[in-house]
Nanobody, 126 residues
């Protein structure tokens, strides 16, 4: 499956952004989807994940209460709504697909994801 993420940009602290990731070439609803991010000089870190059906979600502590992950299986798209952005949210955001079997499972481990998009850059100025 091929993933393409977009929606990043330069925003000010407190602003909102919605990232989108469109999948092609695979059976989208068979994948757990996740968002990860990588800031300059840092390792890739987990942000949010959503189960195949969308019934289960899980967030990092930094994303919880500010970010919302959702998916539209009819459109082969996963979203990340980011509110109240902070300068420490500045990073390149990557979407990933995990071909897990369990319907309601989620995954916060990057090693479980077999497919990755190219990332979209989010820069939050103070």
């Amino acid at each position: 499956v091929q993933l393409q993420a977009f929606g990043g940009g330069l925003v000010q602290s407190g602003d909102s952004l919605r990232l989108s990731c469109i999948a092609s070439g695979g059976f989208f609803s068979s994948y757990i989807m996740g968002w990860f991010r990588q800031a300059p000089g840092k390792e890739r870190e987990f942000v949010a994940t959503i189960s195949r059906s969308g019934s289960a979600t899980y967030y990092s502590d930094s994303a919880k209460d500010r970010f919302t992950i959702s998916r539209d299986n009819a459109k082969n798209t996963v979203y990340l709504q980011m509110n109240t952005l902070k300068p420490e949210d500045t990073a390149r955001y990557y979407c990933g697909a995990d071909p897990a079997q369990a319907t309601n499972s989620v995954s916060d481990m990057a090693s479980k994801y077999d497919y990755w998009g190219q990332g979209t850059l989010v820069t939050v100025s103070s």
